[in-house]
């Protein structure tokens, strides 16, 4: 299983940012796959932000970030997107994207991508 983030840049305080994780190889069926958003800031820990479960019936935005964040996954396109709107500085990260064949708790994913990097500043 392959991963990779993109969608990432900067962005001005209160604007908004998409980042998508495709998922290969095409054959992959990711109605069995959890997809998880991740950060890490400078200086920080990496943190879990959002995840979805395999057929998308069940999603989890961290709660400090519910109302700005949203995650949707398209499993014919093998995409998973993550919406971000009213960014503010300290959502400056390199943000990944990860995938296990359960829902794992926290950041217990077999499979993780390249991140992309998301700068909030003005």
């Known amino acids: 299983v392959q991963l990779q983030a993109s969608g990432g840049g900067s962005v001005q305080p209160g604007g908004s940012v998409k980042l998508s994780c495709s998922v290969s190889p095409l054959g992959l069926d990711l109605d069995y796959f959890a997809i998880g958003w991740f950060r890490q800031a400078p200086g920080k820990e990496r943190e879990a932000v959002s995840c979805?479960?395999?057929?998308?019936?069940?999603?989890f935005i961290k709660p400090s970030e519910q109302g700005r964040f949203t995650i949707s996954k398209d499993n014919r396109k093998k995409t998973v997107d993550f919406q971000m709107n009213s960014l503010k500085p300290e959502d400056t990260a390199i943000y990944h994207c990860?995938?296990?064949?359960?829902?794992?708790?926290?950041?217990?994913?077999?499979?993780w991508g390249q991140g992309t990097q998301v700068t909030v500043s003005s």
């Open positions: 990860a995938a296990d064949s359960m829902l794992p708790a926290g950041m217990m994913y077999d499979y």
């Open positions: 979805i479960s395999g057929r998308g019936g069940a999603t």
